[in-house]
């Protein structure tokens, strides 16, 4: 049959003929009848453009019908889909920020399960019974666990930075090393956050060092503020001087201007105890002089996403005031998330237990050994053809550019193909359901185990098992 496009053309049918086709009226008691019109139109569309393209195979008017509804059906069940999926992470990195950085803990889930489910007394004051403050029960556990005068918490800790430097520092100076000028991702980057932030910009030193004294030679009248920034995604390595904390808070006393340290991560243990690089704990750094911290509430802390800012009163009294605050501030699910995952922090014999995050960073290869040798077996006595399985040491890393530089050594499950692109396999396996990302490495697909949960085994068993496909031939 000749399938010149005009003669494909004729045959397709109206948008009309298509929503009175009577396979179609069970949809309009489901859907708006807007939403049906809107998808029939689109599906003529586009095939309107594959004939004219030429990519269509010849067919009578019937047959092109019926393809026609089979797909408006098809497109408009997928529509009502939630696209927000269940993602297996066996990518190895623990904070990952496209897969929602850090699970909650098992008592944050329950806390913003009540927040969800019933009324909450987010900002009443159950013995006044008059309006409370959202961030009370927060600061005083932030205040606990620092040694912080005050605190505050927003909606991130990009948040953070901008509300503390607008209201340190606007139409004022900061001083800041050119070691520091951070880009964070997501177009998070420090000049720009300070230009919306109506600060300005002092920056100092060099790229690979920055001394005392280019701090000291830069304060003037209208200095307002000593930034350092937590170069949390990348490391200079080499000839290089950062000028302590402990270094810019004698300059800031002497001169009588706050010092304040963005830390990114903001750990609040030492995560040397996992064999992690030193990083100073937010307590640590306000010890050592910072007038203020900010770090988020979703990365190493392992809690709901939040910029926690902590610090002496007088300044964070005055961020409490800025009208900015009420525009960022938290809702009552982070606050019942961040209080949860706070209150772990008091047992630190079982915090790292709770804490997902904590959890992962803490896992070695020997504690991964038994569930992944177990899964391999399991994979391999499917006796698939084509496809191998192999237990292989690799490394995670910890994300969310935070200490980019520390290794984990891990344990994944290898797969590789004889007949096929591993690719294939590895959008077969993120298309299901739940999705599965690992990761690609010189044509085979590995998933990590570090960051595979516990009670994932079994499905992610049955999705690599689904997304075998039999009967391939080269
Ligand atoms: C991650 C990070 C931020 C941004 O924090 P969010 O919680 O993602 O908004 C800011 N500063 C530094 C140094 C960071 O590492």
């Known amino acids: 049959m000749n399938n010149k496009p005009v003669d494909m053309l004729r045959n397709l049918p109206s948008v009309e003929e298509i929503i009175q086709n009577d396979q179609l009226s069970g949809l309009f008691t489901k859907y708006p009848r807007n939403i049906i019109v809107n998808t029939v139109r689109s599906v003529l569309q586009n095939n309107r453009q594959h004939i004219l393209n030429g990519n269509c195979t010849a067919m009578t008017k019937e047959e092109l019908r019926e393809k026609i509804l089979l797909e408006v059906k098809i497109k408009i069940a997928k529509s009502s889909n939630a696209k927000l999926r269940r993602v297996i992470n066996a990518t190895g990195v623990i904070i990952h920020t496209n897969l929602g950085r850090s699970l909650l803990s098992e008592s944050s889930i329950r806390a913003v399960n009540k927040a969800a489910s019933g009324f909450i007394n987010v900002e009443l004051n159950l013995n006044s019974g008059k309006r409370g403050s959202r961030y009370s029960p927060l600061e005083n556990l932030i205040i606990e666990l620092t040694g912080a005068e005050s605190a505050l918490v927003v909606n991130n800790n990009a948040a953070a930075v901008l509300l503390a430097l607008g209201t340190l520092a606007k139409n004022k100076e900061v001083i800041i090393s050119r070691g520091q000028l951070v880009e964070i991702g997501g177009s998070f980057r420090i000049p720009d956050v300070m230009v919306q932030s109506g600060a300005l910009m002092v920056e100092v030193g060099t790229t690979n060092k920055t001394h005392p004294e280019d701090y000291k030679r830069a304060i003037n009248d209208n200095t307002a503020l000593i930034l350092n920034v937590h170069t949390s995604n990348y490391r200079i390595v080499g000839f290089t001087r950062e000028t302590s904390i402990e270094e810019l808070a004698l300059i800031g006393r002497e001169a009588n201007i706050p010092v304040m340290s963005d830390l990114g991560s903001g750990s609040l243990i030492d995560l040397r105890s996992f064999n992690l690089p030193y990083e100073p704990t937010a307590g640590e750094v306000l010890r050592a002089g910072a007038d203020v911290v900010t770090f988020s509430g979703d990365k190493l802390l ?173």
């Open 302 to 474: 392992g809690g709901p996403q939040a910029g926690i800012i902590a610090g002496k009163r007088e300044l964070i009294e005055k961020m409490k005031k800025n009208p900015l605050t009420r525009a960022i501030r938290i809702d009552k699910f982070t606050v019942a998330a961040l209080e949860a995952t706070l209150m772990e922090y008091r047992n630190s014999n079982e915090v790292i237990s709770k804490i997902p995050t904590l959890n992962m960073l803490s896992i070695t290869k020997t504690d991964l050994y038994p569930v992944a040798r177990t899964l391999k077996d399991r994979l391999t006595n499917l006796k698939l053809p084509g496809i191998n399985f192999n237990l292989i040491e690799t490394v995670s890393r910890v994300g969310g550019g935070s200490l980019p530089t520390a290794e984990l050594p891990s344990l994944a499950i290898e797969i590789c193909l004889e007949n096929e692109e591993i690719s294939a396999l590895a959008t077969r396996l993120r298309l299901g359901s739940p999705a599965v990302m690992g990761r690609i490495q010189d044509g085979k697909l590995i998933l990590d185990m570090r960051t595979v949960q516990p009670d994932e085994i079994d499905t992610l068993f049955e999705a690599i098992k689904n997304s075998y496909l039999p009967d391939r031939k080269d």
